[in-house]
């Protein structure tokens, strides 16, 4: 364990300016590494294989983290802490870690039964959202655009408990042609939406349900027209009391469990 009193020090370059989000879209993926926060988000990280890079740990929660893998533990007090991430760290735990080659979707799509394809959701807290329901509710794997955010930035990391690392994820290129792919897979493309022409969700047939990919827009602007006219058909979840659709994150989770009511 190294301590740490001087926030510029250069050995935890990797967690300044947490909050920044230009910034660290620009370090973390050029740099090859991520940003986990919290014992049980590095853990999950370890357990699915990902290096550690280092840990930046609050001085008082050292020994939580003396087995963890083998890599440089800096420890500070939370004044110098909140002084280099430029927030509160109140989880006491941060880690950087390696980032692995992201598979190609034509391998991810092999290996999923069920699978939720994004268009420009660029909410870090709803897409990690997402990863979670999608673990918790029998969706295989996540297929986003390129406009999508970086389901490894902390945020998404850390709304998702970790999941980000359990559920299989990859790009689709180029957007949105790369829809047909998803459906030279195997899969149906039911584009979820809350136009009046839609079927409702909960009438789909065995046959739609079978292998689905659901596809999700970003919240208020919905799928492009583009996405739209790709799908084999529209979906609807019924709203009541004049509400016309829920955050992205909430109706994903109702979808999935709907889809997954035949298992």
């Known amino acids: 364990m190294e301590l740490i009193t001087d926030p510029h020090d250069e050995r935890i370059a990797d967690y300044r300016a947490l909050t920044d989000v230009e910034l660290r879209t620009r370090w973390e993926p050029p740099h090859g590494l991520f940003i986990a926060e919290g014992e049980l988000v590095l853990r999950r990280a370890l357990r699915a294989g990902y290096q550690p890079r280092s840990y930046l740990v609050d001085e008082k929660r050292v020994g939580q983290i003396a087995d963890l893998g083998d890599a440089p533990v800096y420890a500070a007090s939370q004044d110098v802490l909140e002084k280099v991430t430029g927030f509160h760290v109140h989880r006491g735990m941060l880690a950087s870690f390696h980032r692995r080659a992201a598979p190609a979707a034509a391998d991810v799509l092999a290996a999923a039964r069920r699978v939720v394809v994004l268009e420009d959701v660029n909410n870090h807290t709803n897409l990690g959202a997402i990863f979670r329901g999608a673990a918790a509710l029998g969706v295989d794997a996540v297929l986003l655009s390129p406009t ?109 469990w709907e889809l997954g009511r035949e298992d």
């Open 148 to 256: 999508c955010a970086d389901p490894l930035y902390r945020r998404s990391v850390r709304v998702s408990m970790g999941e980000v690392f359990a559920v299989p994820y990859a790009t689709l290129s180029p957007w949105p042609d790369a829809l047909e792919l998803v459906r030279e897979s195997g899969f149906t493309l039911l584009a979820l939406t809350p136009a009046p022409d839609a079927v409702p969700i909960q009438r789909l047939t065995h046959d739609q349900r079978a292998r689905a990919a659901l596809l999700f827009g970003a919240e208020g602007a919905g799928l492009t027209r583009r996405a739209m006219e790709a799908s084999d058909a529209r979906v609807v979840i019924p709203m009541r009391r004049g509400v016309d659709s829920l955050n992205v994150a909430a109706a994903a989770a109702v979808a999935f």
